[in-house]
């Protein structure tokens, strides 16, 4: 049997070596969390701990569960601000992790360990700041905060308990002492908390960068 034929036969048989196939319940395979503010309809912002997320030019996609009060919030009042924490805020993220700004609290989310917080900002210890564009309030503590606006919601038809976001960055706010030169980002001083499987983690020593690279 030649190479090819003998590695198809293990595939098939699922005998890869050093490799098996699961069915894990989770696939949170590291991505950064982010501190998602929309508005509830009394004009008081809502915080959210969301790890699914993704940025490509001025268009960032989130994964929202339709259940919370963020999707619904974003449905009403579409905008809000992406709040990036870095690691030594994960401590804050724990302690929004079980509240829902949703009153009642879904069945889904009781049964999950959730209760009703009206007041995120006061459970988490963290600061309000107004926005500039956009009516959500910003945290202050994070040092990357993107204003944005809601584009498109779809829910798709395979997973219908959460849905697609596209938003429109349209101002970012960093905290000085990140910022190098004029319009980067220092990722020498800028590392983000990282969810890995539903444990927090920060970035390791840097490897080295792209050929793009402009810092
Ligand atoms: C670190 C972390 C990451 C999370 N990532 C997501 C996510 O990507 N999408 C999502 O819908 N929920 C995510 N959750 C769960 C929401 O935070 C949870 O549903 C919460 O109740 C949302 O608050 P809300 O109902 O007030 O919007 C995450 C929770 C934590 C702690």
């Known amino acids: 049997m030649n190479q090819i ?23 949170y395979y590291g991505t950064p969390v982010i501190l998602l503010n929309t508005l509830n309809e009394d004009g008081t912002t809502n915080i959210s701990p969301i790890s699914s997320s993704w940025a490509l030019g001025d268009c960032v996609v989130l994964g929202i569960g339709i259940g919370g009060k963020a999707f619904e919030n ?10 990036v924490p870095g690691p030594s805020m994960w401590e804050n993220v724990e302690h929004l992790a079980p509240y829902t700004g949703k009153n009642p609290v879904p069945v889904e989310k009781k049964k999950n ?25 910003r ?9 944005a606006k809601v584009k498109e919601v779809r829910i798709p038809e395979h997973s219908p308990y959460f849905a697609i976001v596209e938003t429109q960055a349209i ?32 970035l390791g020593e840097q490897l080295g960068k792209t050929f793009r690279s402009e810092t």
């Open 74 to 83: 974003m449905k009403r009042h579409p905008e809000c601000v992406i709040n």
């Open 113 to 137: 360990g959730f209760t009703y917080q009206k007041d995120k900002y006061e459970v988490s210890g963290l600061t309000s700041i107004d926005s500039s564009l956009v009516k959500p309030a």
């Open 5 to 27: 034929n003998e590695i198809n036969q293990m595939n098939q048989m699922n005998l890869s070596p050093g490799i098996k196939t699961i069915n894990p319940s989770i696939l």
């Open 171 to 202: 101002q970012v706010h960093v905290h000085q002492d990140m910022i190098l030169g004029e319009n980067h980002i220092d990722p020498a001083k800028w590392s983000p908390l990282i969810y890995n499987f539903r444990h927090y983690f920060g």
């Open 139 to 147: 945290i202050r503590e994070c040092p990357i905060q993107i204003e």
